[in-house]
């Protein structure tokens, strides 16, 4: 017995060991991806914007020297040399309300530059310093009144009015949105009578042709190497039928046919449109009412409605419906795009882009405005700070002058209109 066992021993001993496969460690688990913010990635810091923010010092404001008075559609050169505004004119019986366009200088006081009769809209600018604008003063369809109904003249003279002269007779319903092509031709937005979006139609200034260009209601910015951001009403989509039921279960949908035609209760979508190109590309879809103001590097900067549907809605300080509130619409391409706001309480309007530092917007409250650049990097830089009776915020081209209106409650209505009360117009240079 004791023989076995050794044998037995002597066996294990010099039986070779059975290879077993290695237990392999578990995964680790794989860290959660990084949110992906709805826009492009952009630097944490702009040190560049915030160095140039700390040179300013506390900006002042000057005071341009003009007549006690009402004013309407005031806007600053591009340059930021000159504040054009309209007045009313005075009215004699059941004649039409008339204005004047008018033009004052941070070195000169205010001077007329033409009576426009019953137009009021905003000049549009030539690069040599000219100007371009409206009249309509005649009843040229025999109505016995002068409305909108009637042709209107476009105009062209010098900044302060001098060598004026007419570019060409606009039919009614045209109206002049932009200058283009160096200011060699002018851009008018054309109702058609098949689609409520209309045309954009270019008016050469020399010879005086018209060319149908796009498809478009209105031309929302003049792109580099003369492409367009147009804006195109869009159909509001149906609302979604709820599901019919029968005896025997849910009954099939009925065919909703081809979506309505749009019209002008419709939000606008947003396009580019490059003349070598056939079609526009969509840019931007929105939903609510949005209006997109500037662009700088290759970004497009505007003021879109909040959401009615975000939980914003039940905190008491945020408006309620009926007083909307806007905040600031960045679009980087159709993927990306998002909105920015310091807070829910305020309004928010786009004045220009800075170049190499960013957004000027004006945030507005119930005692007061401020104006604010956003930087590359989204962030927030506060340059100066408004009382409530400053309204109709305006900018050059660059950005580098400010323009608004101090406005008195000269009705004492409680209500600071610059239409009907006192106003005064007001420069502030970022320089």
């Given at each position: 017995?004791?023989?076995?066992?050794?044998?037995?021993?002597?066996?294990?001993?010099?039986?070779?060991?059975?290879?077993?496969?290695?237990?392999?460690?578990?995964?680790?688990?794989?860290?959660?991806?990084?949110?992906?913010?709805?826009?492009?990635?952009?630097?944490?810091?702009?040190?560049?914007?915030?160095?140039?923010?700390?040179?300013?010092?506390?900006?002042?404001?000057?005071?341009?020297?003009?007549?006690?008075?009402?004013?309407?559609?005031?806007?600053?050169?591009?340059?930021?040399?000159?504040?054009?505004?309209?007045?009313?004119?005075?009215?004699?019986?059941?004649?039409?309300?008339?204005?004047?366009?008018?033009?004052?200088?941070?070195?000169?006081?205010?001077?007329?530059?033409?009576?426009?009769?019953?137009?009021?809209?905003?000049?549009?600018?030539?690069?040599?310093?000219?100007?371009?604008?409206?009249?309509?003063?005649?009843?040229?369809?025999?109505?016995?009144?002068?409305?909108?109904?009637?042709?209107?003249?476009?105009?062209?003279?010098?900044?302060?009015?001098?060598?004026?002269?007419?570019?060409?007779?606009?039919?009614?319903?045209?109206?002049?949105?932009?200058?283009?092509?160096?200011?060699r031709e002018v851009l008018?937005?054309?109702?058609?009578?098949?689609?409520?979006?209309?045309?954009?139609?270019?008016?050469?200034?020399?010879?005086?042709?018209?060319?149908?260009?796009?498809?478009g209601f209105n031309v929302?910015?003049?792109?580099?190497?003369?492409?367009?951001?147009?804006?195109?009403?869009?159909?509001?989509?149906?609302?979604?039928?709820?599901?019919?039921?029968?005896?025997?279960?849910?009954?099939?949908?009925?065919?909703?046919?081809?979506?309505?035609?749009?019209?002008?209760?419709?939000?606008?979508?947003?396009?580019?449109?490059?003349?070598?190109?056939?079609?526009?590309?969509?840019?931007?879809?929105?939903?609510?009412?949005?209006?997109?103001?500037?662009?700088?590097?290759?970004?497009?900067?505007?003021?879109?409605?909040?959401?009615?549907?975000?939980?914003?809605?039940?905190?008491?300080?945020?408006?309620?419906?009926?007083?909307?509130?806007?905040?600031?619409?960045?679009?980087?391409?159709?993927q990306h795009r998002d909105?920015?706001?310091?807070?829910?309480?305020?309004?928010?309007?786009?004045?220009?882009?800075?170049?190499?530092?960013?957004?000027?917007?004006?945030?507005?409250?119930?005692?007061?405005?401020?104006?604010?650049?956003?930087?590359?990097?989204?962030?927030?830089?506060?340059?100066?700070?408004?009382?409530?009776?400053?309204?109709?915020?305006?900018?050059?081209?660059?950005?580098?002058?400010?323009?608004?209106?101090?406005?008195?409650?000269?009705?004492?209505?409680?209500?600071?209109?610059?239409?009907?009360?006192?106003?005064?117009?007001?420069?502030?240079?970022?320089?």
């Amino acid at each position: 017995m004791r023989r076995v066992l050794c044998m037995l021993l002597l066996l294990f001993a010099f039986t070779p060991a059975v290879a077993q496969d290695e237990v392999e460690p578990e995964p680790e688990p794989e860290a959660p991806a990084e949110p992906k913010g709805s826009l492009r990635a952009r630097p944490d810091k702009d040190p560049a914007a915030a160095g140039w923010v700390s040179t300013l010092g506390t900006p002042r404001p000057r005071a341009l020297t003009v007549a006690q008075g009402p004013m309407l559609r005031a806007v600053l050169s591009p340059d930021g040399e000159r504040f054009y505004y309209y007045r009313s004119l005075p009215r004699e019986g059941k004649a039409p309300q008339m204005y004047a366009l008018y033009c004052v200088g941070p070195e000169k006081s205010e001077g007329k530059v033409a009576d426009t009769g019953v137009d009021a809209h905003p000049p549009l600018f030539l690069a040599d310093g000219r100007i371009l604008f409206t009249t309509r003063r005649h009843d040229l369809n025999h109505d016995d009144v002068i409305d909108e109904l009637d042709d209107c003249t476009l105009v062209v003279s010098n900044r302060d009015g001098g060598n004026l002269r007419h570019a060409a007779t606009l039919a009614a319903g045209e109206t002049p949105v932009a200058t283009w092509r160096g200011g060699r031709e002018v851009l008018l937005a054309v109702p058609s009578d098949d689609e409520v979006s209309g045309w954009i139609t270019s008016l050469d200034l020399v010879t005086g042709a018209r060319t149908q260009v796009v498809r478009g209601f209105n031309v929302a910015l003049v792109l580099e190497g003369d492409k367009l951001l147009i804006e195109r009403m869009q159909s509001t989509p149906k609302p979604r039928e709820p599901m019919r039921w029968g005896r025997d279960g849910p009954l099939p949908p009925e065919d909703e046919g081809p979506p309505p035609p749009p019209s002008l209760l419709d939000h606008v979508e947003y396009l580019v449109f490059d003349p070598a190109e056939a079609e526009p590309v969509p840019l931007y879809k929105p939903s609510r009412k949005s209006r997109v103001l500037a662009t700088g590097e290759g970004s497009y900067f505007g003021v879109q409605e909040r959401d009615p549907t975000s939980s914003m809605r039940g905190n008491p300080f945020v408006r309620q419906a009926g007083s909307a509130s806007f905040e600031i619409l960045v679009i980087d391409d159709v993927q990306h795009r998002d909105t920015r706001s310091l807070s829910a309480r305020f309004n928010y309007e786009v004045l220009a882009w800075i170049d190499q530092r960013g957004l000027l917007l004006v945030e507005r409250g119930n005692l007061g405005a401020r104006l604010y650049l956003m930087d590359r990097a989204l962030k927030f830089h506060k340059l100066a700070d408004f009382d409530l009776a400053a309204t109709d915020f305006t900018a050059s081209r660059d950005g580098l002058t400010v323009g608004w209106l101090e406005v008195d409650d000269t009705d004492e209505n409680g209500l600071l209109q610059p239409w009907k009360d006192n106003a005064r117009p007001h420069i502030l240079r970022l320089r």
